[in-house]
């Protein structure tokens, strides 16, 4: 009996093999919790050249629990001063920075953060649910209050998180608010994450990666 070679190309195996790895994912079972660095890449489209794309830079440490999440920011992540003069020249000079392999590595094993600034939210719910962030009490009468709310839901496709900036209490201001979205799609990694991320005309991608532990340096 003739055999018959079916030769089918590498490449629409391996599209094969990421479709089934996506639909094999499901979100609801990911554990957020770990010590992450947080790079975004994005271009403004209000700006005047739109086709620049910048970066920001920071950490979270998230602790997922059944009926809580402990959300801590913190804004500025510590490199050696070598690697601080290259990443600020970057962000004033607009450009696309990203840490090389050697500096990802050390990313994975210590965060280096500083204390500066640091918020932290607590968020009550579940996976099914969805996490929230309880509003701040409202201010008296002239009294012009900052409120910054967390909301974060899961689904098979995606984590969604979303952060609100509000600012009420004072004529004139009242009403204005700001959304921050960060859309986790991939898994590309046990300790990697990516997605698509936005505020206001900002739009972008972002990847977040686990590290060992987060060290307070200053």
Not at 5 to 25: D, G, K, T, Y
Not at 54 to 82: H, M, N
Request: glycine share 6%; with cysteine; hydrophobic share 40%.
């Amino acid at each position: 009996m003739a055999r018959v070679l079916l030769r089918i190309p590498l490449c629409l195996l391996l599209v094969a093999a990421s479709e089934a790895n996506e639909a094999e994912l499901d979100f609801k079972q990911l554990d957020l919790s770990g010590e992450w660095y947080v790079l975004i890449h994005y271009k403004d489209q209000r700006s005047e050249h739109k086709s620049i794309t910048k970066f920001k830079d920071f950490a979270w440490s998230i602790r997922q629990t059944p009926g809580l999440l402990v959300w801590e920011s913190y804004p500025y992540v510590l490199f050696s001063d070598e690697l601080e003069l290259i990443r600020r020249h970057a962000m004033l000079e607009h450009l696309p920075w990203e840490p090389d392999e050697t500096l990802w590595q050390q990313i994975r094993d210590t965060l280096d953060v500083s204390a500066r600034a640091v918020t932290k939210k607590r968020l009550r719910g579940s996976v099914p649910e969805g996490f929230k962030s309880k509003p701040p009490r409202a201010g008296g009468l002239g009294t012009l209050t900052f409120s910054r709310d967390w909301d974060v839901s899961f689904s098979e496709a995606e984590i969604r998180i979303q952060v609100i900036d509000s600012l009420s209490g004072t004529q004139g201001l009242a009403g204005m608010q700001e959304v921050t979205v960060f859309e986790i799609r991939e898994q590309v990694a046990p300790d990697e994450l990516r997605g698509r991320w936005q505020e206001g005309s900002r739009r972008g991608t972002f990847r977040m990666v686990r590290a060992r532990q987060r060290r307070l340096v200053k």
